[in-house]
């Protein structure tokens, strides 16, 4: 006994434990920051140290060629004794890391935890963040399937469109002018080393920070912040009201984690790992990949930009934003941190999750994707085809066909992209019809040159049909001179057809 | 009071931890977690299971179930029946040029392999094709040589057809330039064969009031739904027909002859149309092919090896 009390006295006395507990853990805190507000960066911790792990575990049986990679996952899918649970906890750690990350950030924001003193705290917090999405990117490529594959490809393609150094900086991302072997090894040496160190090395300094400059205090409302009088101030809060970090203010963060620890075991568990989804085939027309739900948001802005502002917000939109986080501490250094007497902070967030969840959501259901299995796989609602001419049936089949389901529903199955045809007589007349078919427009292509008179003639029979049963078909409101222009009424009429209208 | 008597109640927490524990240990041993990956994903080029592929490739327009959908119905034990098991494989390789059925092959620009298409017709014939008893023979397929006379065939339609598809009648017209510039004159001739007994069109049995149909009958009443087409749409429908024959005599020792070997179907690689109409001609029996059928059944469900 006097032997092991000797050995921890000598190893004290070398390595100053005692010191660095009193520094670090022991340190005083505000008694109000013990709240249940102040979690998050604990839970972020917390998930980087699950990733750390779970990553390490994961990397003896991963093989990050281009060859094995999808192999490998799929081995531990399903041959590796609970290799899939290893993934699942990966992955959802991932999941965890950058929602607490995000709650953290709109803590300390709505907190003003940013203001003077701790504009360095905030600054390495961001770059956290930076990183954190880094690593959420490059894991996304480990999976080496066909999300990977093509997040990859909208990277490049995102990255070749900045002037001047774009060609050389896709040439240096991916390793090569192409997507191959190298560009594996080298998101596999960002993900695994470099990242992750960066990571340890800033979350060392953001700790630091905190200590050295101490947690902020529960704001109050009408306590401004004065650079003259914050750190007196604080001083007097610690020594009035200060506590140490443990025991006194750890139990929630202590709490909250386990229960971080808790749920992520439990989605590891019950929803399991994401994909591989499969292998990473460019030929494989039928990829509909999509990123983690992290980038959904940002892969639905892009779907959803104009073209011509594309190049615009790509680069200034993620540009500014980084910036104005850069600049915040010290445009707001000082005032009022309390967010009831901060209205316009409380509407930037609201503004903030509202546009990416709503983006994001857009980019989960992603309605502007043409599902190209349904003109093949989605049937006609029997009810549609029940009592219908040869020739309405026949223009279903033209439908089908020609692939006008990949893009208007019928019955809610089929694409979004162009409005649902259930009612469409309703809406359409039939000349009117015959000129949508064969013009377009509308953000419909033009489909006169791939469709005979014929089929035009029952397509359009068909879609005349579509409407509900107690309502009347649309009507031409123009006068009845009007109602069929020549052209028009030429199209429609069955004189015969020349054969040149074939292939 | 009342809290602590519930307090007191949970005492014997012994049991309860060791029964919890028990059943979950039980549990993780026993039954898959939810979030366990099920089976690795099959590339789409390596589905062979036939409901799979008939859902994703064909049920869009030949109905759910191979009825009730606008194209042509499968699930039909007549239709297969009449049908030659080589000429149902060609349809799929090489669809109908001209109309709405396009080819499924690799080789033809369509998405699916060889082994495929063969799951699919075997899939097909072993499904929804039924021994059919036929008082009579089935007229042939193809109705190769025979001649259809049009005037006579205008009469028969009158006779036949006029109440459902004349003018203003309840199902509607079919002598149109539209629709018979959509419909080849094989598309016809089966149509008036095996009916749409999904929608309520009889077949070539009960059209004319209980009197069959003769091969001449329904090559006349083709003749003169086909006279109403507008010139030029034949030729190009007899031009694709050509194209695929040309081709399909340029693979006939490849794979095709190869699958139909397999298939068992006993007709030879061979699958122009002239040797069709004679494999399936008129009095060939039903029965015959169906057990012929039956006994390569087995081996046919599995697939290729």
Request: glycine share 10%; charged share 15%; proline share 7%.
């Amino acid at each position: 006994m006097n032997t092991l009390k000797r050995i921890a006295v000598w190893l004290d006395d070398r390595l100053h434990l005692t010191a660095l507990w009193a520094s670090s853990a022991g340190h005083e805190v505000p008694a109000s920051s013990g709240s249940w507000w102040y979690v998050f960066g604990s839970a972020t911790l917390l998930c980087f140290v699950i990733q750390v792990i779970s990553g390490a575990c994961l990397a003896f049986v991963y093989i990050p060629s281009t060859n094995e990679a999808y192999t490998s996952l799929q081995y531990l899918n399903h041959v590796q004794f609970w290799g899939w649970y290893l993934r699942g906890i990966h992955y959802w750690g991932s999941n965890f890391m950058v929602a607490f990350m995000s709650a953290h950030m709109i803590q300390v924001f709505l907190f003003g935890a940013y203001k003077y003193p701790r504009e360095l705290t905030w600054l390495s917090g961001l770059f956290l963040l930076l990183c954190t999405l880094g690593m959420a990117f490059t894991g996304q490529v480990m999976r080496w399937d066909q999300d990977a594959y093509w997040g990859l490809s909208i990277g490049a393609a995102i990255l070749g469109r900045i002037p001047l150094i774009g060609g050389g900086l896709v040439h240096l991302v991916l390793a090569g002018p192409i997507i191959a072997g190298e560009t594996l090894s080298r998101f596999f040496t960002l993900h695994v080393f470099i990242i992750p160190g960066l990571i340890i090395a800033i979350v060392g300094m953001h700790l630091r920070l905190v200590l050295a400059k101490g947690i902020n205090e529960y704001p109050r409302p009408g306590h401004r912040v004065r650079r003259a009088t914050y750190d007196a101030e604080y001083a007097e809060i610690i020594r009035k009201e200060g506590v140490p970090f443990v025991p006194q203010a750890i139990d929630k963060d202590l709490i909250f984690s386990a229960v971080t620890l808790v749920l992520i075991l439990l989605f590891a568990l019950i929803v399991g790992p994401k994909g591989p989804h499969g292998e990473p085939n460019p030929t494989l027309v039928d990829a509909s990949p999509r990123p983690d739900f992290y980038f959904l948001s940002l892969f639905a802005a892009l779907a959803l930009l104009p073209d011509w502002m594309e190049t615009f917000v790509m680069f200034l939109g993620p540009a500014l934003a980084i910036l104005i986080l850069i600049a915040l501490p010290f445009v707001a250094n000082t005032g009022e941190k309390s967010a009831s007497r901060r209205p316009a902070a409380v509407l930037w967030v609201i503004l903030a999750v509202l546009t990416i969840v709503t983006l994001a959501w857009f980019g989960l259901t992603s309605p502007w994707s043409p599902h190209m299995t349904a003109w093949s796989g989605d049937p006609i609602p029997a009810v549609y085809l029940k009592g219908r001419t040869p020739l309405e049936m026949h223009g279903a089949l033209v439908f089908q066909n020609k692939q006008c389901r990949n893009c208007h529903a019928l019955g809610g199955v089929g694409g979004e992209r162009g409005p649902a045809l259930d009612a469409v007589a309703t809406r359409l007349t039939a000349p009117e019809m015959v000129r949508q078919v064969i013009q377009g427009g509308g953000n419909m292509p033009a489909y006169g040159k791939k469709l005979t008179p014929a089929e035009v003639s029952a397509l359009v029979a068909f879609m005349q049909t579509l409407r509900p049963q107690a309502t009347p078909p649309s009507q031409n409101s123009a006068p009845p001179e009007n109602k069929l222009p020549r052209d028009v009424a030429q199209i429609l009429a069955p004189t015969a057809p020349s054969g040149k209208h074939r292939p | 009071m009342d809290v602590s008597a519930r307090k007191r109640s949970f005492q014997p927490s012994r049991s309860w931890i060791v029964l919890t524990t028990g059943l979950l240990v039980l549990c993780a041993a026993a039954c898959d977690p939810p979030g366990k990956p099920g089976p690795a994903e099959i590339a789409p080029e390596n589905i062979v299971d036939f409901q799979t592929l008939y859902g994703q490739n064909c049920a869009a327009c030949h109905g759910a179930d191979g009825k009730n959908g606008p194209g042509r119905i499968i699930n039909d034990p007549l239709y297969l029946a009449v049908l030659p098991r080589d000429t149902l494989r060609q349809i799929i390789q090489y669809g109908r040029p001209g109309t709405s059925m396009p080819a499924w092959d690799q080789r033809e620009g369509g998405p699916l392999s060889p082994k495929q298409i063969n799951a699919l017709v075997n899939g097909i014939e072993n499904n929804w094709a039924k021994p059919v008893h036929f008082a009579t023979a089935f007229p042939s397929y193809t109705g190769q040589g025979t001649t259809g006379d049009s005037g006579r065939g205008q009469k028969l339609f009158l006779r036949d057809c006029f109440a459902c598809h004349g003018p203003g009648a309840r199902v509607g017209t079919v002598t149109g330039a539209d629709y018979v510039s959509l419909v080849t004159d094989q598309m016809l001739r089966t149509s008036i064969i095996v009916g749409r007994p999904d929608l309520g069109m009889p077949d070539y049995r009960f059209l004319n009031l209980g009197h069959v149909l003769s091969d001449q009958d329904i090559a006349d009443l083709v003749a003169f739904l086909s006279s109403k087409r507008p010139a030029g749409i034949t030729a190009m429908y007899e031009s694709a027909q050509n194209r695929i024959n040309e081709s399909q005599s340029g693979q006939q020792g490849g794979s095709t002859g190869q699958h139909v070997n397999e298939s068992g179907s006993g007709q030879g690689g061979v699958l122009t149309k002239g040797n069709e109409g004679s494999g399936t001609g008129p009095g060939s029996p039903r029965q015959q092919k169906n057990e012929g059928n039956k006994s390569t059944g087995s081996s046919s469900l599995g697939g290729p090896k």
